[in-house]
């Protein structure tokens, strides 16, 4: 079976990606600088699977090392890159750290390509791209907004990188994967979200309050133009979303593209309030969780959910899971991460 470097290996989608690929039968070569995930997610992937993945600690940004790695595992064929940073705020901060981490490394890997006969290339995207869209659901074809961030700006900048680079070079194809909210862990919670530090997003935080590590959650304005007033997001379980890229690389094996760059939608097409997330998740885990509603958060978009059709039809592919299992998913996770806390 094929061989598949997955880049960000390690990470939340990574690491679920890495699964749904060996369960399959697909090689996969992990590469990740660990900067913001740990090693023991491959005794997790391992736990679930039955096998080890091959691992390489190396920074995507590093190209001499880059092109070692393709020289000592040859015959890759197919590269799913998530290795990037992700946090809105800090990229705000440090804008260059997220043009030079999440943009040199796609180029590193577009230039690596051709030379070691990698043809196949699945880019990991997000809605982010679609800033506040005037029509709901969102299409693939909607206009790309302004970024209101580096690292959105970075992902718009990365579409275009590939669009670019494959219409330049008929050895290459991509299928650009725009994500809206993934959520969940692992139905063994064997691997699931692992924040450093303070969360940022809305799931990891309000687990963490459930279990009692904050005492509060923040719910960040109940004053938009949505039914309950609080923001409204397109939330899809990681292992749906993780499923989806087997499609794409299998897709792109098989030849079945239709054009040389294919982008798709992965949401599940239902918008869901962070008040509606907060009442669903007390229900299914029947635990409270503490909230004010405090300010807006700067650069938060109103509302924002897919319209996953095109997906649907092209790649046969459905986010599956119910928000309730999600949450509850979520839930085990960061209860198992609580057990091992205490048993260390
Ligand atoms: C953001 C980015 C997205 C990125 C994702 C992953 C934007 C517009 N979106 O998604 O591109 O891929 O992060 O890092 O930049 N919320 C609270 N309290 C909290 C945390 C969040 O109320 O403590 C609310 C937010 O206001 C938002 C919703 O929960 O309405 C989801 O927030 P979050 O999980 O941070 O994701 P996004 O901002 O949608």
Redesign the pocket.
């Known amino acids: 079976m094929a061989k598949i470097l997955v880049t960000g290996g390690t990470g939340y989608i990574g690491s679920h990606t890495v699964v749904e690929l060996q369960k399959v039968g697909f090689e996969v070569i992990i590469v990740d600088n660990l900067s913001n995930s740990s090693i023991d997610v491959l005794s997790g992937i391992e736990k679930i699977t039955g096998i080890r993945p091959a691992f390489e600690n190396i920074d995507c940004v590093d190209y001499v090392s880059m092109d070692r790695m393709f020289e000592k595992h040859n015959n890759i064929e197919a590269i799913i890159h998530f290795a990037a940073s992700?946090?809105?705020g800090e990229s705000v901060e440090k804008p260059l750290l997220y043009y030079r981490n999440n943009l040199v490394s796609l180029i590193n890997l577009l230039q690596l390509m051709p030379i070691h006969k990698v043809k196949n290339i699945v880019f990991s995207s997000?809605?982010?791209v679609y800033?506040q869209p005037d029509i709901l659901p969102v299409t693939e074809d909607a206009p790309i907004k302004p970024a209101?961030?580096p690292?959105?700006n970075t992902?718009q900048i990365g579409e275009e990188i590939i669009r670019d680079t494959i219409y330049a070079n008929p050895c290459y194809q991509s299928v650009i994967l725009r994500?809206f909210?993934?959520?969940g862990a692992h139905s063994s919670a064997e691997i699931g979200e692992l924040p450093n530090g303070v969360?940022?997003?809305?799931?990891p935080?309000?687990t963490q309050t459930a279990i009692g590590l904050r005492k509060q959650?923040?719910?960040?304005?109940n004053d938009y133009n949505t039914p309950d007033g609080?923001?409204?997001?397109d939330y899809i379980h990681v292992v749906d979303l993780a499923k989806a890229h087997v499609v794409a690389v299998e897709r792109m094996l098989k030849n079945e593209t239709k054009k040389r760059v294919e982008t798709f939608n992965l949401g599940t097409g239902r918008g869901l309030s962070?008040l509606e997330?907060i009442e669903t998740f007390e229900k299914v885990t029947g635990v409270s969780v503490p909230y004010k509603i405090v300010g807006?958060?700067e650069?938060?978009?109103e509302k924002?959910w897919a319209d996953p059709t095109y997906a649907n039809g092209e790649l046969g592919w459905t986010a599956k899971e119910t928000v309730e299992e999600t949450l509850r998913s979520a839930w085990a996770w960061e209860q198992n991460l609580e057990k091992r806390n205490i048993q260390e």
């Open positions: 992700k946090a809105v997000s809605c982010t800033g209101l961030s690292y959105g992902k994500y909210n993934p959520i969360p940022n997003n809305l799931l935080f309000v959650l923040q719910v960040f304005g609080s923001c409204v997001r962070v997330i807006r958060r650069g938060d978009i924002v």
